[in-house]
Nanobody, 117 residues
Framework: QVQLVESGGGLVQAGGSLRLSCAAS????????MRWYRQTPGKQRELVAA?????KTSYADSLKGRFTISGNKNTVYLQMNSLEPEDTAVYYC?????????????WGQGTQVTVSS
């Protein structure tokens, strides 16, 4: 059974930092990419950052270098610095994997990040 367990969310003041973690277990297919998304009520889920199996990273333009994604075999991290109230959202990790015949998308349960002004 595949599980993605997220941790590290919480309440922080503007300007502070948080580090999110997402530990995956039970994935038997080749992991191609690990991503972080976020979602606020009434809005679509948006891609925050991604890292490929080769270590290439990409970020949403709006983040202005404040976030850093990293990962190893089965864990992906999101270091968030200089947090702003606009960063308040539920953050979800996503792992894209592929087998010989199919591709798979796995999601974490989400972790709440609240940034107070």
């Amino acid at each position: 059974q595949v599980q993605l367990v997220e941790s590290g969310g919480g309440l922080v003041q503007a300007g502070g930092s948080l580090r999110l973690s997402c530990a995956a277990s039970g994935i038997i297919f080749t992991i191609n990419a690990m991503r972080w998304y976020r979602q606020t009520p009434g809005k679509q889920r948006e891609l925050v950052a991604a890292i490929t199996s080769g270590g290439k990273t990409s970020y949403a333009d709006s983040l202005k270098g404040r976030f850093t994604i990293s990962g190893n075999k089965n864990t992906v991290y999101l270091q968030m610095n200089s947090l702003e109230p606009e960063d308040t959202a539920v953050y979800y990790c996503n792992i894209a994997a592929a087998g010989r015949w199919s591709s798979y998308d796995y999601w974490g349960q989400g972790t709440q990040v609240t940034v107070s002004s």
